[in-house]
């Protein structure tokens, strides 16, 4: 091939080139944002929202239940390290809800624990699942389009496997090239229209994600939404960021996870390392979403909570009932939700772990409803088949 | 559609190499599966039963940990256990460095690529990080000596293999009726029966009910793992009866016989043959395959009684399986092996990768190309449509790596002109050789080549 040629090839290229309007998405079915970050190790909802006005608490916990905690009210005190939150708390946009699970019992293995938070079915039809809940919601849902739903990051997610499209997008798949790299690179796909697609995207997703870092919007808000951040480099941060950004477009669904929760050693330290990722990662989603953030609803979910008793190493080991925390102007916080089954011997569940008193799926089940306008009968048939719903929890504004 | 050498090392085995010619004809590409297996000899992988630190040993350290807790042992204890725990981290990348050094190193490669075949089709994924290191080494102990043999051999070592028995949770199942299900109150668990019948053997279309998995279930009662004692046969806990499975009612006596036999009557189900030939044919040559080259395998697989090596040239001495449209991808192991040959990268040089080195310039990447090491979705292994792995992120993963990593393992990158015939054998596409010339230097002029359609489709 002659340099003439070369260039007639590049503006045939550039004629039919998605990089020329690369992110030209179609609309999404809704307006409303959702992102599920799933805590994986198992969060101990106990230390986290502390119950300390509940009379065996502190008996429970004798390192633990230190007097180190922020009150939200009488009863319960958050963890200091999610003192950043605090004020989204006070705002009403992060909240709690008390004593959930999935339907996962007494085998307590993260794996599995899992497999079933993100497949959403019951506990058998979980574990040789090959699709999760999100997964579910898309294909019940007209007009998706491969962009609608984002997984983000190094794990696998589940939570998103299935039938219906959905994107993915990991920290670690930057792209760097050089003008010429990149024109050669278009020439070598140019003829294989998958090679062609795929490489135009990546190409164009990696230049945004440099050319327009979400700290650059708007400086000011950033700077004041990013106070009391502890790790502004990280890559749960970086995350964050990618999140916000999508999902500031024709994104809808954004998934990844915040690994480290299982605190069986020295939980003090451990668990304020994770829940500073947690904090950061909410106001690095907070900040990057702008106005988007009163569409927004955040759901963390984890696979099981922790025992009621504090063990012999100062940690905590693997349990049955835990919290689910939750944020977004799309949801009513500044409150922690739920009903409270008490931490006496006979209350807690095989008399070692906080009594679950609602299945974690039913509180996803009503903000899908709340935010996306299913039916009842979408969720509790298609998205997690054979739930209960039961009665709306209190989140939904 | 006649055959063609370099499209023959492309597509059935594991790449061009400057170091070895491509195979003079078919007769050539199968000598590969005959013969001393000298890549296992030259890069060892244990295999399950006797990797060191071996299962028992680790969960035995877990265990003395536990006790210890809040003891003056408490240090030593742990100490101990994450000893174990790092030295089985290491194996699990020696493990790595060994499948790609055997894939770089092979004369052919169509060994390596059908042990990867079987790998995928009898997915196993370790629950947990006690297990974790015993993924290839269960690979290497049940599949690899089967590769290229009987299929109902290879079932039967696959149904006994620890590692798969405890990814689908075969030890929990009980014979409702059994000594020990009566005892524990423990029922059946179907996991690891409706994969065989469905992922394994029979295909999601075979002709199987939920009647037959129940009753396979039950069939398979008794397979037992325990660290100490590696894999044995519990009749205590096998369902006592006998069971029918499509239409064949097996004997009532609880033994292993019993289940062998039932799996070796399934591997010559004219279902399990029709599945194991169409999925050969997708994977080694396109989605679709030729009626005839389809029908051909069929009865190569039932007149030898499911022998992979006589399937294997049926396919290969089929024009289909020289169609010169490349219509499958390479997946990311294959694209980093088929780099390393092209660029005659030696096998030492991946080999050397310490632990970080490890991290930047193969997992990390593979995760990002989407095939995280020994880390498959589900049990159904590997997505096998190109879609799903040419995405805009496994896009990034590829081009990243093309473009960074192959200088590192060579400095002496070659002149990109002469590599894009090395790499895309005689008549590579014209676009790709003028890309190669119009590079600004030759790490961008291989990667050019290295990430170009061509190079990336078999």
């Known amino acids: ?397 | 559609m006649t055959f063609d050498p370099f499209l023959a090392a492309i597509r059935f085995g594991t790449g061009l190499s400057p170091r070895h010619a491509p195979p003079g004809d078919v007769d050539a590409v199968l000598a590969d599966l005959s013969g001393d297996d000298a890549m296992a000899a030259r890069y060892p992988i244990p295999p399950f039963s006797r990797m060191q630190p071996g299962i028992a040993t680790i969960k035995e350290a877990a265990k003395a940990r536990r006790a210890a807790r809040g003891t003056p042992q408490e240090d030593a204890t742990t100490e101990a256990y994450r000893g174990l725990i790092q030295a089985a981290m290491t194996l699990q990348r020696a493990n790595l460095h060994a499948t790609l050094g055997r894939m770089i190193d092979a004369p052919i490669g169509l060994r390596e690529r059908l042990v990867h075949f079987w790998a995928d089709h009898f997915t196993i994924r370790a629950r947990g990080n006690q297990v974790a290191h015993g993924v290839t080494p269960a690979v290497e102990e049940s599949i690899r000596p089967h590769a290229a043999g009987r299929f109902g051999t290879m079932l039967r070592a696959v149904a006994i293999q620890p590692m798969m028995l405890l990814y689908l949770d075969q030890p929990a199942s009980h014979g409702p009726t059994s000594v020990l299900g009566l005892r524990r109150g423990r029922g059946l668990n179907e996991n690891l029966a409706r994969e065989m019948l469905e992922l394994h053997m029979l295909g999601a279309e075979g002709a199987f009910t939920q009647s037959d998995v129940r009753e396979f279930a039950e069939l398979l009662t008794g397979l037992i793992y325990d660290p100490r004692q590696g894999f044995t046969y519990d009749a205590r806990q096998a369902e006592p009866g006998g069971e029918t499975v499509l239409g064949v009612t097996y004997s009532d006596a609880a033994s292993l016989d019993t289940i062998y036999a039932a799996l070796d009557d399934l591997a010559r189900h004219p279902d399990t043959a029709r599945h194991i030939c169409t999925k050969l044919a997708v994977h080694f040559i396109g989605p679709d395959p030729d009626a005839g080259l389809l029908d051909r395998m069929i009865t190569a697989y039932l007149d030898s009684e499911g022998d992979i090596q006589t399937v294997m040239t049926a396919m290969l001495t089929h024009a289909a399986a020289f169609d010169p449209v490349k219509r499958k991808v390479r997946r990311p192991v294959e694209f980093i092996a088929a780099t390393c040959r092209a660029l005659d990268v030696a096998p030492d040089a991946v080999m050397a990768l310490d632990r970080r080195r490890t991290r930047e310039k193969l997992t990390t990447p593979l995760q990002v190309m989407g095939q995280p090491w020994e880390s498959p979705p589900g049990p159904d292994g590997w997505p096998e449509a190109d879609e799903a792995w040419v995405t805009p992120q496994g896009m990034a993963g590829r081009i990243s790596w093309a473009m960074e990593v192959p200088v590192t393992l060579r400095r002496d990158l070659p002149d990109p002109r002469a590599f894009v015939e090395m790499a895309l054998g005689p008549h590579p596409p014209e676009e790709v050789a003028f890309a190669a010339a119009a590079s600004e230097n030759r790490i961008e002029g291989v990667g050019v080549v290295l990430a170009s359609a061509a190079f990336q489709r078999r």
């Open chain 1, 1 to 397: 091939m002659d340099r003439r040629r070369f260039l007639t090839a590049l503006g045939c290229s550039v004629a039919a080139s998605p990089f020329i309007t690369p992110m030209a998405f179609a609309s999404a079915p809704w307006d409303n944002r959702l992102v599920v970050i799933i805590l994986r190790g198992a969060m101990d909802g106990l230390d986290v929202i502390r119950p300390v006005g509940d009379p065996d608490y502190a008996g429970l916990r004798p390192t633990l239940a230190a007097a180190d905690g922020l009150p939200l009210s009488d009863f319960w005190h958050l963890h200091p390290a999610l003192a950043p939150l605090l004020p989204l708390y006070e705002s009403g946009e992060m909240g709690a809800y008390q004593a959930v699970s999935t339907p996962y019992r007494d085998k307590r293995s993260h794996f599995d624990g899992q497999d079933i938070l993100e497949a959403g079915y019951g506990e058998t039809r979980s574990l040789g699942a090959r699709d999760g809940w999100l997964n579910r919601l898309l294909l019940a849902t007209p007009g998706i389009e491969t962009e609608t739903a984002f997984a983000i990051g190094r794990d696998e997610l589940k939570i998103l496997a299935g039938d219906a499209p959905a994107s993915r997008w990991s920290p670690d798949a930057d792209l760097r090239l050089t003008p010429q790299a990149q024109r050669l690179l278009e020439m070598v796909h140019h003829d294989d229209p998958l090679f062609r697609d795929a490489s135009a995207q990546a190409i164009a997703l990696a230049h945004e994600l440099r050319m327009n870092p979400v700290t650059a919007i708007d400086d000011d808000m950033m700077a004041e939404a990013m106070t009391g951040m502890t790790n502004r480099g990280g890559d749960h941060v970086k995350i964050a960021e990618f999140a916000a950004g999508r999902l500031r477009g024709d994104t809808r669904i954004a998934s990844f996870s915040i690994n480290g929760w299982d605190t069986h050693l020295n939980q003090r330290q451990g668990l304020a390392r994770v829940l500073g990722q947690l904090s950061d990662t909410i106001l690095t989603l907070r900040a990057g979403l702008g106005p988007v953030w009163g569409k927004t609803a955040v759901l963390c979910m984890t696979e099981f909570g922790r025992t009621a008793r504090e063990n012999g190493s100062r940690g905590t080991d693997h349990g049955t009932g835990g919290a689910m925390l939750y944020a977004g102007g799309a949801l009513r916080g500044g409150q922690v939700a739920g009903d409270w089954p008490g931490l006496g011997p006979a209350d807690l569940y095989q008399e070692r772990d906080l009594m679950p008193l609602r299945d974690v799926r039913s509180l996803a089940g009503w903000v899908m409803r709340g935010q996306f306008g299913l039916d009842r009968a979408v969720i509790e048939d298609a998205v997690f088949p054979g739930l209960d719903l039961s009665s709306e929890p209190g989140l939904l504004l």
